[in-house]
């Protein structure tokens, strides 16, 4: 079954409140787990870093951003305890060494490494000391790199796995790169997912038809809430439809038609198939011809529609009223 990761990232703002909303909100959609973003800022920027512009009218730089994110040790795990409660995974993607540390006394499960991470083996050193499971995103990362990663987890018999993304908020078709995910199973042979930033529904639905075993997605209330990730992110009613989507397609694929067989419609093809009739009044002896044949409902009145070749060129015994049934005894 695909497992469904709807992300909340930065979407809370800051907000300890409106991060345990969302934990309320998204139970009730039928995604797998929660994931957020553990930020330290001291530990992982500087007041130096250019990323982006100032975007925030809180905030006088993207270090005070990172600032204003940060939660506390305890404010994390009592956010890992509503999610247990809800019947949630709780998951997040450490950007620092120091976050894996607070990570591993909250007691997260599995590990997502994000696209910016990939080639930080520090990061991914610290991860496989925990002896946990790690998602792996590629959006930024040639095959090269991520050959280059791959060895490295494997050296050190991290059980792994690995998302098709593309960095690009939000993502066009153009870019979704669904090829991509065969191309990784391909290549590395480990399950593999898709990192969605589209904020379309079908964007998602797609790629678990096409084989993603793991969906990854940005969630808000509204579009137009602040925040990086909002415009490519899928409220709560559209993650909703998604997953509902989702788990029905996972229905059809796991249950194949055996097409050989058809049963099952012995009562529908009675009542919708049909029977050879005449169009018009035919008098006793009249040769059959293709342009005095039509079909009726029901099948079994009259010869199977898909017999009529065999009776062209026939006649028939007695006289015959337009719209009769024909039938073999009707011939000579």
Known sequence: MTQII?????????????????????????????????????????????????????????????????????????????????????????????AVDLLEEVGVERYKVGSGEVNNFVLLEKIARTGKPVIISSGMSSFEELDQTIAFLEKRNVDFSILQCTTSYPTNPKDFGFNVILELKKRYNVPVGFSDHSAKIETGIAACAIGAEILEFHVVFHREMFGPDAKSSLTMEETKQMVDAIRNIEIAKNNPINKADNSRFSELKSIFEKSLAINK????????????????????????????????????????????????????
């Open 6 to 98: 709807a992300e909340i990232a930065q979407a809370h703002d800051g907000s300890l409140g409106l991060l345990h909303s969302y934990i309320d909100a998204l139970a009730k959609t039928g995604v797998d787990a929660i994931k957020f973003q553990t930020h330290i800022a001291e530990a992982e920027s500087s007041i130096h870093e250019p990323f982006r512009v100032k975007f925030s009218k809180q905030d006088d730089t993207r270090y005070e951003y990172w600032k204003r994110m940060e939660f506390s040790l305890e404010q994390w795990k009592g956010i890992k305890q509503h999610c247990d409660q809800v019947g949630l995974e709780f998951m997040s993607s450490p950007f620092s060494n120091t």
């Open 281 to 332: 009044n035919l008098p006793a002896g009249h040769v059959i011809s293709f342009e005095d044949l039509e079909t009726k409902k029901p099948k079994g009145f009259g010869i199977e529609a898909s017999k009529y070749e065999e009776i062209i060129g026939k006649e028939i015994k007695h006289d015959m009223q337009k719209w009769d049934f024909l039938n073999y005894e009707d011939l000579v």
